[in-house]
T-cell receptor, first 111, second 117 residues
Framework: GENVEQHPSTLSVQEGDSAVIKCTYS??????FPWYKQELGKRPQLIID?????GEKKDQRIAVTLNKTAKHFSLHITETQPEDSAVYFC??????????FGGGTRLMVKP | GAVVSQHPSWVICKSGTSVKIECRSL??????MFWYRQFPKQSLMLMAT?????????EQGVEKDKFLINHASLTLSTLTVTSAHPEDSSFYIC?????????????FGPGTRLTVT
């Protein structure tokens, strides 16, 4: 089955700096890669996703890149703000079926 | 749109009792619902995939006789934790896929915090 590795597990940045979180996946058949933000005790919230026919996608301060050959994808957050502090999860799925999640990254943005 | 609810939001039960958690898609019909378990400071782990009118598919290591899943309609799936033990204490989250819509996206419920004493 699919295996998703996520790094780093914790990330501390100064407000205004950029944050980058990286994930690798094992199943070359995976074609959908969402990123979720989860605050303590709450549901995961989809912040951006990318499909395998696209190499990069951007939404305001958030961007995701995908390298199918290397089987890795990354989340980039620019101009970080304290409200960006949360746990971020990457995930991968095949044709919209079950999601396999990475281990999560705890992002702390220091004001 | 695409709202998923769960009930209850939290529950405390005694060891050996059973607990039922409901997952509802409020404004859409769901082809498939998924049940996840999340322990503190850990990731979401898929427990089972539930399709309306058919038996759930459980992930390896998840006891199907302990975690009973019923998907009786296109808007409701239930997870029953039978003979609960303290190690079953966790955050249970469901998600749903829309019957007719974006095929890839899943919509998550708010989760149910289960504490077994």
């Amino acid at each position: 089955g699919e295996n998703v590795e996520q790094h780093p597990s914790t990330l501390s940045v100064q407000e205004g700096d950029s944050a980058v979180i990286k994930c690798t996946y094992s199943d070359s058949a995976s074609n959908y890669f969402p990123w979720y933000k989860q605050e303590l005790g709450k549901r995961p919230q989809l912040i951006i996703d990318i499909r395998s026919n696209v190499g990069e996608k951007k939404d305001q301060r958030i961007a995701v890149t995908l390298n199918k050959t290397a089987k890795h994808f990354s989340l980039h957050i620019t101009e970080t703000q304290p409200e960006d502090s949360a746990v971020y999860f990457c995930a991968a799925s095949n044709a919209g079926n079950m999601l396999t999640f990475g281990g999560g990254t705890r992002l702390m943005v220091k004001p | 749109g695409a709202v998923v609810s769960q009930h209850p939001s939290w529950v405390i039960c005694k060891s050996g009792t059973s607990v039922k958690i409901e997952c509802r898609s409020l404004d859409f019909q769901a082809t498939t619902m998924f049940w996840y378990r999340q322990f503190p400071k850990q990731s979401l782990m898929l427990m089972a995939t539930s399709n309306e009118g058919s038996k759930a598919t459980y992930e390896q290591g998840v006891e199907k006789d302990k975690f009973l899943i019923n998907h009786a309609s296109l808007t409701l799936s239930t997870l029953t934790v039978t003979s609960a033990h303290p190690e079953d204490s966790s955050f249970y989250i469901c998600s749903a896929k829309i019957l007719a819509g974006v095929p890839y996206e899943q919509y998550f419920g708010p989760g149910t915090r289960l504490t077994v004493t």
